[in-house]
């Protein structure tokens, strides 16, 4: 689910829920919230949270196995990508 991949990202670039919440512009609880998958993130939300974790965020199409960046750039990997 997105929260344990929001989650993830923050784990993975060392940035507590308190650090990320104050740069991303949200309650540390409503982080928390998210990342528990107990309240779903807005869309700016998960953007501005990879941007400062340093993810790219992907758009697949399952029925085609393709992959597409926030610029609507076709990619060759469907990962998770680290910047």
């Known amino acids: 689910m ?9 784990i993975e670039s060392g940035i507590s829920q308190t650090e990320l919440a104050k740069e991303v512009g949200i309650a540390q609880n409503s982080l928390s919230e998210i990342e528990h998958n107990k309240r ?5 939300t998960v953007c501005k949270i990879a941007e400062i974790c340093e993810y790219e965020i992907l758009f697949t199409d399952k029925n085609n196995n393709l992959a597409y960046d926030t610029c609507g750039k076709l990619l060759k990997s469907i ?4 910047k």
């Open 79 to 82: 990962d998770i990508i680290r």
């Open 40 to 44: 779903p993130p807005k869309f700016e």
């Open 2 to 10: 997105i929260g344990d991949m929001i989650k993830l990202m923050r």
